[in-house]
């Protein structure tokens, strides 16, 4: 594996890979020296056209932690403001040796397209290319699921997953569908007719209308932002219906499972897709995604460019 742009680049294997050397970086960073020298002497740029925190202070962190250097490229102030197309920037980055190009744009493709033209010789992990796909969110959120229902070991098989929302504006769900169903998942798709895609059937999940027919059985609820900014029509009559309809609030929230998690990829939209009971519950892992996530993606940066496996790993911890 050269790049990461999307879930299907991942055999299961590869992808179990990744969850199994993100568990043994998670150890390494709650031990008393949280860097590790991997890395040392490799550039990682984060180029970034939409705006970010998480993501984008996940991979930072990532990279530090195993000592590269790291470029923030911000579009908002630089030259892609001045009309610079993606073909020059990343002519640019080549000249600045970067090993890795960690790319978020609006455009659904745009990291592919880095990627195939090998405008850079360094590896391209997509951060989110327009409504399209988001592979290392998905994974940072089968490692959570893994690290709670499945104790850190092999796939997801038996587990029943329910992804709610905004699908249809979402880079989140495609990838989740598609790596929780590699994974061994049921995955159910709980959303109002006009937020569903088109062709949305062909992807393997089981459609649902209401949330309340699904949660009782369901081993993790994942909330998807409604994402406000990409809606130029009006896509449910109104917030307080949608909340009515598709929010977890407290009552669905005792209705779970007693050892189901609930999940959202944030920023949250509190009191719209999710209540504060929702959000703050002894179930909510949400604030161990954002944690979680910097494990994963040290993990995609270790196996990509660091030349190495996870038993590599094994034994270099042992040194370290």
């Given at each position: 594996m050269r790049d990461l742009l999307s879930i299907n680049d991942l055999s299961k294997d590869d992808a179990l890979e990744i969850l199994d050397t993100a568990v043994q970086l998670a150890a390494l960073s709650d031990s008393s020296n949280r860097k590790?020298?991997?890395?040392?002497?490799?550039?990682?740029?984060?180029?970034?056209?939409?705006?970010?925190?998480?993501?984008?202070?996940s991979f930072e962190a990532a990279a530090k932690r195993l000592s590269a250097d790291v470029?923030?490229?911000?579009?908002?102030?630089?030259?892609?403001?001045?009309?610079?197309?993606?073909?020059?920037?990343?002519?640019?980055?080549?000249?600045?040796?970067?090993?890795?190009?960690?790319?978020?744009?609006?455009?659904?493709?745009?990291?592919?397209?880095?990627?195939?033209?090998?405008?850079?010789?360094?590896?391209?992990?997509?951060?989110?290319?327009?409504?399209?796909?988001?592979?290392?969110?998905?994974l940072?959120?089968?490692?959570?699921?893994?690290?709670?229902l499945m104790q850190d070991k092999g796939d997801l098989a038996g587990l029943k997953i329910a992804i709610v929302g905004d699908?249809?504006?979402?880079?989140?769900?495609?990838?989740?569908?598609?790596?929780?169903?590699?994974?061994?998942?049921?995955?159910?798709?709980?959303?109002?007719?006009?937020?569903?895609?088109?062709?949305?059937?062909?992807?393997?999940?089981?459609?649902?209308?209401s949330i309340d027919e699904v949660i009782s059985e369901c081993d993790a609820v994942m909330m998807l932002r409604v994402q406000k900014e990409r809606m130029e029509d009006l896509f449910f009559p109104s917030e307080r219906e949608y909340a009515r309809n598709f929010?977890?609030?407290?009552?669905?929230?005792?209705?779970?499972?007693?050892?189901?998690?609930?999940?959202?990829?944030g920023p949250m939209n509190r009191g719209l897709e999710i209540t504060a009971e929702g959000a703050d519950s002894k179930k909510s892992v949400i604030v161990e995604q954002v944690a979680n996530g910097v494990s994963v993606r040290m993990a995609v940066l270790y196996l990509l460019i660091g030349g190495a496996t996870s038993r590599d790993l094994t034994a270099q911890i042992g040194e370290h």
């Open positions: 590790f020298p991997t890395l040392r002497g490799r550039t990682v740029v984060n180029l970034f056209f939409e705006d970010s925190t998480r993501t984008r202070i470029i923030n490229f911000s579009a908002k102030g630089s030259s892609v403001s001045k009309g610079e197309s993606l073909k020059d920037t990343a002519l640019t980055l080549q000249a600045m040796g970067a090993d890795a190009v960690i790319i978020r744009h609006g455009a659904s493709g745009a990291p592919a397209q880095l990627a195939r033209k090998r405008w850079i010789d360094g590896a391209v992990i997509n951060a989110g290319d327009g409504t399209h796909e988001h592979p290392t969110q998905a940072l959120d089968a490692f959570t699921i893994r690290r709670h699908v249809l504006h979402s880079r989140v769900a495609r990838s989740n569908v598609l790596l929780l169903q590699k994974l061994g998942a049921k995955v159910f798709l709980v959303a109002p007719p006009t937020l569903l895609p088109v062709g949305v059937e062909h992807w393997g999940a089981q459609i649902n209308f929010g977890l609030n407290a009552a669905r929230i005792a209705a779970m499972k007693g050892s189901a998690i609930v999940m959202h990829p």
